[in-house]
């Protein structure tokens, strides 16, 4: 699979964006997928996974209760919702595929990596 992020851009904090996630080719609907971010400073972090189903959601406790993973498989994307956004939110954001069931929150574990797209968020 594919994978392509949009939806990046520039915010205030306190605001919102949703993010997308579109992947090309078959079998969509056999990947977990996850959302991570990087800033030059970090490594690539786990931000939020979904299971193929969409019935099992991980998050990561920054961001726990203000972005919410989602996906249509029908139509072969994911989505990340994220609210009450802060400066320190500001990355470029990833979105990777694992093919099988979510085992972890680990970036080895996912691939297929997209281009990102950038978020930033102004205080």
């Known amino acids: 699979v594919q994978l392509q992020a949009s939806g990046g851009g520039l915010v205030q904090a306190g605001g919102s964006l949703r993010l997308s996630c579109a992947g090309s080719g078959r079998a969509f609907s056999l990947y977990a997928l996850g959302w991570f971010r990087q800033t030059p400073a970090k490594e690539r972090e786990f931000v939020a996974a979904i299971s193929r189903s969409g019935s099992r959601k991980l998050y990561a406790d920054s961001v726990t209760g203000r972005f919410t993973i989602s996906r249509v498989n029908v139509a072969s994307t994911m989505y990340l919702q994220m609210n009450d956004l802060k400066p320190e939110d500001t990355a470029v954001y990833y979105c990777?595929?694992?093919?099988?069931?979510?085992?972890?929150?680990?970036?080895?574990?996912?691939?297929?990596w997209g281009q990102g797209t950038l978020v930033t968020v102004s205080s």
């Open positions: 990777g595929a694992r093919w099988g069931p979510l085992h972890s929150d680990a970036a080895t574990d996912f691939g297929s």
